[in-house]
């Protein structure tokens, strides 16, 4: 079964630096697609970035952006010029490319908080 | 992306009673999932809700404590049943359309067992 593991349980970061987020995952699967969600205190769970394994080139949306390493399974988020409305649950998450059994389910690490400080 | 609404927002229950929650998106979709947030913790799926048919259910998840309802393509309810206090969590609907590979989330209701 596939895990995935956010080391970092709180994270912090002034306002306007440079913050990176850290995933790990365990697959044995060749395609696959990861993602990163945000949940705010209003609890709604917001797609931030998502990266299909297949592809190479970093994943990047606007300030954020990911360090994808298929080899190391590693898949970490950098938010740049970071904002007081990025405080939130980050988490990291492992889906499947191949439909088991109806199973598309979308595996989560245990999450990331993070604090911006103005 | 798909824009998702949940009824109610947030409830608290008496143990022994039964809570159905809904889930409603604004565009038709292929697949509708429901997860369960336990305090302090991260997401699990509970069940993929199949439109016409019995929903699929993760391993620890049973259909007479979470029975599922997809009448149709942009429709789904949870109900949480016979509650403890143990059921105390927030329940979220996902939905991923046909052209996406991305799974997008309803607000969530927030459910306290007494």
């Known amino acids: 079964a596939q895990t995935v593991t956010q080391s970092q349980p709180e994270m912090s970061v002034q306002e306007a630096e440079t913050v990176t987020l850290s995933c790990t995952y365990d697959?044995?699967?060749?395609?696959?697609?990861l993602f990163w969600y945000k949940q705010p205190p209003s609890r709604q769970m917001i797609l931030v970035i998502r990266?299909?394994?297949?592809?190479?080139q970093n994943a990047t949306e606007n300030r954020f952006s990911v360090n994808f390493q298929k080899a190391a399974k590693s898949f970490s988020l950098k938010i740049s010029d970071s904002q007081l409305g990025d405080a939130a649950m980050y988490f990291c998450?492992?889906?499947?490319?191949?439909?088991?059994?109806?199973?598309?389910?979308?595996?989560f690490g245990k999450g990331t908080k993070l604090t911006v400080n103005p | 992306s798909a824009v998702i609404s949940q009824k109610p927002s947030r409830d608290i229950c008496q143990r022994g009673t039964s809570l159905t929650i809904q889930c409603q998106v604004d565009?038709?979709?292929?697949?509708m999932f429901w997860y369960r947030q336990q305090p302090g913790q991260s997401l699990t799926l509970i069940a993929t809700?199949?439109?016409?048919?019995?929903?699929?259910?993760e391993s620890g998840f049973v259909i007479d404590k979470f029975p599922i309802s997809r009448p149709n393509l942009t429709f789904s309810t949870l109900t949480v049943s016979n509650m403890s206090p143990e059921d105390s969590s927030i329940y979220l609907c996902s939905a991923r359309g046909r052209m996406t590979d991305t799974q997008y989330f309803g607000p969530g209701t927030r459910l306290t067992v007494l």
């Open positions: 998450a492992y889906r499947t490319s191949y439909v088991q059994g109806g199973s598309e389910k979308l595996v």
């Open positions: 990266q299909e394994a297949y592809k190479q």
């Open positions: 697959t044995s699967e060749s395609d696959y697609y």
């Open positions: 809700a199949n439109q016409g048919s019995e929903a699929t259910y």
């Open positions: 565009s038709q979709v292929t697949m």
